[in-house]
């Protein structure tokens, strides 16, 4: 099934890790800034030269094209970016977008036809979330994924990414540095201190 | 009717007009009296130093000895290209990527020219094929650097963009689809612009100095115009390699942005 295996994986002097994800599981990542969150995730979105093998389900990184492993294994960065003039240049095909999911992030259908150079850092955040889904990704690397979002926001933008997970069966790996929403939303977490050195969270089972 | 000689008193008449300029330079602080004075140091001894080797050559036209002349035209242009970028990419590569491109562009449009369409026996006869070759080299090397300066440029500062597309899935090719675009245009800006403007805004040099040696305007024209479309293919080919080249350089196999391939 969808299931996200990371085996012997190294890049620059990192490694090597091995992590499995199932599918519907959220793994939490929390850990000291600088450590190498951010690298393993990259690495992991083959967006960085690794060693190591990557797996999501029957389909092995090294045999497919990277454009197809990012679009499975998709990666939301800390701070999305924006390169056409509107939101709706942005998506293959933005009339294609539930209304339940536009209006889930607080938007409804005029919003394709915004300026970019008109939103706010939040709202470019929830939209790179749908952004990302419209791939229909089989698994999620998030890059601290709310960080730019006030707490009204931060809970809707949880909410839709756990009910992704779950209805496609997607594991997620969330990096986070706020230990109160790992415990919201990650089944269990681990700690990367400074030398990149994994090591499983207390209390696990979060929920 | 040849053209009327110039003596060494002629020269110097028109250097006191440069030497002037970089008084007024020194009197206004625009701190280029040093510049100017080393470029028309270098432009009058580069040229009369050509000018003895074309004089030789002229005399014994063997392929090699033109054969010889033009690799060192295009080592001399490929340095200039590296020089010209701001982020250039690492090592011999780098100088053979445009070097190569020059090459590839030039000295085939080059050969098509003499060997096709002026037909001269034999087709390397460097009276033809040593003033061609360097409009061409100039004019490509131009392009080459521009827009391998723009392309590398413009990745450098937008590679947070280019990423971000790359992990939405794009292929590298789309990804930086617009850069390429740019690049390309701005090599190929100038010659178009010059191909545009001939005629009414500017005499072009070589028309102008075929003119000055007595051919008739008409002859003159016709060498100007076959010259303009040579560059402009010799350009337009030198650029795409050049792009292309450079875009491959900075993407692997697995389509990711490797920045670290260029210098700085």
Redesign the interface.
Known sequence: MSRLEIDNLTFRDHGPYSLEIVGRECLGLQGASGSGKTLLLRAIADLDPHGGSLRLGDMLCAEVPAPLWRKSVALLPAESSWWQDTVEEHFHDFSSLTAGSLKQLGFDFEVGDWQISRLSTGEKQRLAVLRLLENRPGALLLDEPTASLDVANIEKVEQLLLEYSREQNAPLLWVSHDPEQLARVADRSLFMDENGKLTILGGEDGG | MGVKPLSPLDLSLAATLVLLLGILSWRMRLGLEKRLAISALRTTVQLLFIGQVLRVLFSNASFLFVFAISMVMLTVAGREVVVRQHRKIRGFQGWMLGTGSMFISSFAVAFFALAVIIGNDPWYTPQYAIPLLGMLLGNTMNGISLSMDRMTEALWQ?R??V?????????SREAIQ?IRQQAMRSGMIPIINAMAAAGLVSLPGMMTGQILGGSSPMDAVKYQILIMFLICAGTGFGVMTAITLTSRKLF?D???LRLEVLEK
């Open positions: 937008q947070q963009v990423e971000q597309r790359l992990l939405l899935g794009q292929t617009e692997d697995r389509d990711r």
